[in-house]
């Protein structure tokens, strides 16, 4: 089995550009097997605040009317998905840009209204590979982007964090699969403000106290419980930390085990 590396990018890398194109130009160097996921909160929270257009978060994830769901397809689809997909193509990585609505490769439910109506917000329902199977069998590497579709004409809005950890599952039927969340600190924190008090390792042990004593917070909250998905779900390895640990042995960073 060849080995696959989900790679998620999250807001702080997107939003700078020299850390964003630097990141890009390491990860055209891989050459198994990969698959870049990103995100851009960030950046649609700043144009829905030009446009005049309220933003609610609520435990991470955005409320997302039909206002809302307008803008965050022209920022993440448009706007950063053919910006990366283009400065990929610079560096010789063979990237294509998709949606979970491109090649019907991932359908989600429109999350139910119980005491919160998250608007147009999809849970994942399916992940349909062949397509990303060949593209990545034939050195296509796939770019992927926060929406999703419900296979009925409707996008909804799905945090990176979870299409990152549900491509891993789906992909490690055919790949021996591992998942790096990058963001801009060097792993989770034992104290926020101390970039050195990496956590070595969680395990499904020791996560629930991590909560209680909120040391694991905000948006660190759905990331881990992705990563608990994942290595709970055939993926082979799953980190988090700055973009460095795929690239310097020497890095430190957070290693999720089951
Ligand atoms: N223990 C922790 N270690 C590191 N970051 C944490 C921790 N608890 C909460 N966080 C917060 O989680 C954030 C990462 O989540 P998020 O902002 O959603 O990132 P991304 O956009 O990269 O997915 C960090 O910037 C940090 O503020
Ligand atoms: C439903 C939901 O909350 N979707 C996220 C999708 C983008 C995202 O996850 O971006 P980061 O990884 O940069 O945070 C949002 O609109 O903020």
Known sequence: MKTLKVIKIGGNIIDNEDVLQAFLKDFSTIEEPKLL????????TKLANQMQVEVK??????????????IITMVYAGKINKNIVAQLQANNCNAIGFSGADGNTIVSDKRPVKTI??????????VNTTTLELLLENDATPVF?????????QLLNTNADTIASELAISLSQIFKTELYYCFEKNGVLKDINDDHSVI????????QQLIDNQIISEGML??????MH?????VQKVCIGKPEMLFDKNSTYTTILK
Not at 37 to 44: D, E, F, I, P, Q
Not at 200 to 207: G, L
């Open 200 to 207: 070595e390792s969680i395990t499904s042990k020791s996560v």
């Open 230 to 234: 994942a290595v709970n779900h055939n």
């Open 145 to 153: 982007c926060a929406i999703t579709h419900d296979k009925n004409g």
């Open 222 to 227: 759905p990331k881990i419980n992705n990563c």
């Open 37 to 44: 996921v990103h995100g851009g909160g960030k950046l649609a």
């Open 117 to 126: 109506d998250y608007g147009f917000v999809g849970d994942v329902k399916q």
């Open 57 to 70: 978060m609520i435990d991470g994830r955005r409320i997302t009317d039909a206002e809302t769901l307008d």
